[in-house]
């Protein structure tokens, strides 16, 4: 389990994050949800340990691990850009992260993510010469090979569209169920946190605004934010859906 208790954050006078807590069970999908600037990145990063907190706690199973170096907390993340190496072809890509960890795992668990992620046949390509789908399965390849004890994703599907969109994210889900991988995933998309999600937390400007299922926040949502801005979308995408289709009978 994963726990948050009042994380807070200032950049100079800015307070980005204020008194952010949240429980994640093991193996759970969690989404941060919340417009451009209001700190899910920034949230992610304190998270990994890359972005120091000014207050609060961070316990991983029980363990504060809030001043533990991002190396020796075990957590991973794919960036939204996805840092690969264009220097390096895919497969160099992938074992990149392993270097300072030898034996940690065997080649033929590198294959098995290599083949899960249907990448067998880009190995040797470079990363010029990759779609943005499979770029980004070689991020998340890279990622998953150093075994992290929770996967962090910066807006895993906003450069992506359509059918690979749809097919990555079932491949996030399947990840985290079938390895019981705790998963964060940082979005501004009110339906695509709907349905990746087990939880979501919903950030207003820094804050907690809610923090709930799908369900709960469908239903009973908490305040004038969630219902103005998370269910309008919805709503809205609803609509432009129903209006191709004439609207008449769903
Ligand atoms: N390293 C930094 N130094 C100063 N301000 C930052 C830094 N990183 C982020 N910010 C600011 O913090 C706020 C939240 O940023 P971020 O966490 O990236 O938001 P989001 O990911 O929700 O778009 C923004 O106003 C951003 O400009
Ligand atoms: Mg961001």
């Known amino acids: 389990m994963l726990q948050l208790q009042n994380v807070s954050k200032q950049f100079g006078d800015k307070e980005v994050l204020s008194d952010i807590s949240l429980s994640i069970q093991t193996g759970e999908i969690v989404s941060l949800l919340g417009k451009s600037g209001s700190g899910k990145t920034t949230l992610l990063k304190i998270i990994l340990g890359l ?15 809030s001043k533990v170096p991002m190396e020796k907390r075990g957590f991973n993340i794919v960036f939204q850009d996805y840092a690969l190496f264009p220097h390096l072809n895919a497969y160099d890509n992938i074992r990149y992260g392993l270097k300072n960890k030898k034996g940690s795992i ?45 996967l962090l994703l910066d807006e895993p599907l906003s450069a992506l569209d359509g ?6 994210k079932e491949r996030i889900k399947t990840i985290a169920k079938e390895f019981k991988l705790t998963t964060i995933l940082v979005t501004h998309d009110p339906e695509e946190a709907m ?3 087990d939880k979501i937390l919903i950030i207003n400007d820094g804050k907690v605004s809610q923090f709930g299922t799908p369900e709960d926040i469908m239903q009973r949502p908490q305040n004038e934010f969630v219902r103005s801005f998370i269910l309008k979308q919805l709503e809205m995408k609803r609509q432009s859906i129903l209006s191709l289709y004439g609207g008449a009978h769903v």
């Open 51 to 65: 972005v120091k907190m000014d207050n609060g706690k961070i316990l991983f199973n029980e363990d504060n691990v």
């Open 106 to 150: 065997t080649e033929q668990e590198i294959q098995e993510y290599i083949d899960f992620l249907e990448l067998q046949p880009h190995l040797t390509k470079r990363i010029h010469e990759l779609s943005g789908g499979q770029k980004q399965r070689v991020a998340l390849a890279r990622t998953l090979v150093t075994k992290p004890k929770i």
């Open 163 to 168: 059918v690979i969109k749809e097919s990555i």
């Open 195 to 197: 349905t990746m999600s």
